[in-house]
C-alpha cells in the first residue's frame, strides 16, 4: 500500500512538473514582439497554482494532502507572489478545508505558513504594493469621468499614461509618487482594466454572469462528498477568478488559455437545461468551431509578430529598407498596435522620412502613449522646426514618468537649444534635486551635466 502511495504521489509530481516545465519554456517560442513574450515570475506562480489544484490528490489520502500542501506551499512562497499565496488560499479554504477531512493543527499551521509569508512579501515589496495602489487611484479618477461607456477597447494605456501625466502636473514632484510612477500598461486588476475600457455597466454585467456560472457550479460539485475532479476545476478556477483581481492574468498566453479552458469545463459542470439538451455532436462542434479560430487568429498573430521581429533586427544592423518592407506586410494585422506603430515609425525616421515618421506616431500615441514616444515625437518636431509641438511632447514624457533622467536632459537641451534661459535653468535644477530610482553612471553623467549649465549660466 505505501509503495502504491509513493508511485501515485511520483506520478502526480511527474506530470505537474512535465505541464510547468513546458508552460515555462513555451517563451522561447514567442518573438520578443508578443505582449506574452516577458517571463514573469509572479504570473508564472498564478499559473503553477492553479496546475496544482489540478493535481490535489483525494481526500482519503490523508498523506499525500499533507505533503501537496507544504510542496504547494513552499512552491508558491519561493515563486514570491503575494496574488498566487492569497489565490490557493481562497481555493483551498472554500473548497477543501473542512475539519471532517483534515486535523487542526496542519490546518493552522498552513494558513499562518501563508498568512505569514503574504505579510512578508508585502514588507519587503512595499514599493510595488504602494505602486499598485497609485495606479488603483488613477484608475478610480478615470473611471469617475468615464464610467458609462469607457474610454474604448484597448485605449487603457492612453487614459492611464494621460491621467498620470495630469496628476503630477497638478501635484508636483515632491511627492514619493514621482519614485513610483512607470509607464503602465495594465491596472494590476482585470475588471477595473476592462471597465475603464468598456465602462462600468456592461463589466459587471459579465462579472455577474461568471459569478452566476461559478456558483452554480460549486453547488453542483459540493452535494457530494467525494473529491471529484470537477471539484479540483471549480477549485481551480475559482483561485484563477481570484487572482485577475490583483494581478494581469490575462496578458500571459499559458493562464489566459487556462482561464477559457477552465471556464468551459466550470460551464458544463453548471449544468445548464439549454445546453444539457443540446447533442454531443453540437456541442462537439461548438467547441472545435471555437478552438479552430482561436488557432487560427493566434497563427496570424504569431506570424505577423515574427515579420515585425525580423524587421527590427534587420533595421539595428543597418538593412532599414528591407526592414520597412518586412514591417509593412505586418500592417494589415497590427495597424492597431501602439508599438507596432512605434516601430515602423522608428524605421522610417532612419530613413530620414520624418513626415511618415511623425504620421505613423500620432497614430501609435493613441494606444501607446508613454514617455518614450513622446521623447521620439519631441525630436522630430524639433528636427522640422515645429518647436511648439516638441516642447509640448517633451514636457508631457517628463510628467507622464517624471523619474526618468533621459526625458529631462531631453527637454533641458531642448530649452538650451532654442535660448530659453529661464525655463533650461529651472529644469536643470529640478534634475539635479530628483533622486535617483536606480543610479548608474547615466544618472551621473545627466546630473553633472545639469550642474555645468547652472555653472555656465550663473557666469553669464
Known amino acids: ?61 490523508r498523506f499525500l494532502i499533507a505533503f501537496w500542501i507544504l510542496f504547494a506551499a513552499i512552491t508558491i512562497i519561493l515563486l514570491q507572489s503575494r496574488t498566487a499565496l492569497l489565490s490557493f488560499g481562497m481555493g483551498y479554504l472554500l473548497f477543501f478545508a ?20 503574504f505579510l512578508t512579501l ?36 492612453y487614459a492611464y499614461n494621460e491621467q498620470q501625466a495630469n496628476w503630477f502636473l497638478q501635484n508636483g514632484f515632491q511627492h514619493k509618487e514621482t519614485m513610483l510612477a ?27 454572469v461568471i459569478f452566476f456560472v461559478v456558483i452554480r457550479a460549486f453547488k453542483n460539485v459540493m452535494k457530494s462528498d467525494d473529491s471529484c475532479a470537477d471539484q479540483k476545476i471549480v477549485a481551480a478556477f475559482t483561485a484563477l477568478l481570484f487572482s485577475s483581481f490583483f494581478s494581469y492574468p490575462f496578458y500571459y498566453l499559458p493562464t489566459l488559455l487556462l482561464f477559457g479552458l477552465l471556464f468551459i469545463w466550470v460551464f458544463k459542470i453548471a449544468k445548464f437545461p439549454f445546453i444539457d439538451k443540446r447533442s454531443v455532436l453540437t456541442k462537439r462542434i461548438g467547441v472545435i468551431s471555437i478552438f479552430i479560430l482561436a488557432v487560427l487568429f493566434l497563427s496570424m498573430q504569431f506570424y505577423t509578430r515574427i ?10 544592423v543597418g538593412y532599414r529598407k528591407l526592414a520597412l518592407m518586412k514591417m509593412k506586410k505586418a500592417y494589415p494585422m497590427l495597424q492597431a498596435n501602439g508599438d507596432y506603430l512605434f516601430s515602423l515609425a522608428t524605421i522610417y525616421a532612419s530613413l530620414n522620412k520624418e513626415d511618415s515618421a511623425l504620421i505613423f506616431l500620432e497614430k501609435s500615441a493613441m494606444s501607446k502613449n508613454d514617455y518614450e514616444l513622446h ?37 533641458v537641451d531642448f530649452y538650451v537649444k532654442t535660448g530659453n534661459k529661464e525655463h533650461a535653468i529651472y529644469w536643470a535644477k529640478e534634475t539635479i534635486q530628483l533622486k535617483e530610482k536606480i543610479p548608474s553612471e547615466t544618472t551621473k553623467r545627466i546630473k553633472g ?12
Not at 483534515?102 to 505558513?113: C, D, E, G, S
Not at 477595473?192 to 455577474?208: D, N, R, S, V, Y
Not at 515579420?307 to 539595428?316: G, I, P, R, V, Y
Open 307 to 316: 515579420q515585425w521581429k525580423n524587421a527590427t533586427e534587420l533595421s539595428s
Open 98 to 117: 473542512r475539519k471532517q477531512y483534515f486535523f487542526v493543527m496542519p490546518y493552522l499551521f498552513f494558513i499562518a505558513l501563508l498568512t505569514g509569508s
Open 182 to 208: 512607470d509607464t503602465v500598461y495594465y491596472s494590476f486588476n482585470e475588471w477595473i482594466q476592462l471597465a475603464i475600457e468598456i465602462g462600468l455597466p456592461l463589466t459587471f454585467f459579465i462579472l455577474a
Open 375 to 411: 521623447r521620439k515625437l519631441g525630436q522630430l518636431y524639433l528636427e522640422t522646426g515645429k518647436q511648439g509641438l516638441a516642447e509640448k511632447h517633451f514636457l508631457k514624457a517628463v510628467y507622464m514618468v517624471p523619474n526618468r533622467f533621459r526625458s529631462r536632459e531631453m527637454l
Open 122 to 157: 508585502s514588507y519587503y515589496k512595499l514599493e510595488s504594493t504602494e505602486g499598485r495602489w497609485f495606479i488603483w487611484n488613477n484608475c478610480f479618477s478615470i473611471l469617475s469621468n468615464n464610467w458609462l461607456q469607457g474610454v474604448g477597447w484597448g485605449k487603457f494605456r
Open 449 to 460: 551635466k545639469m550642474k555645468g549649465i547652472l555653472g555656465y549660466s550663473a557666469t553669464n
Open 1 to 61: 500500500m505505501e509503495s502504491n502511495i509513493f508511485f501515485v504521489l511520483g506520478g502526480r509530481i511527474i506530470i505537474a512538473a512535465f505541464v510547468i516545465i513546458c508552460c515555462y519554456y513555451s517563451f522561447q517560442l514567442i518573438p520578443a514582439t508578443s505582449p506574452f513574450s516577458n517571463y514573469n515570475s509572479g504570473l508564472f506562480a498564478i499559473t503553477v497554482t492553479v496546475l496544482l489544484f489540478l493535481f490535489k490528490p483525494n481526500r482519503d489520502e
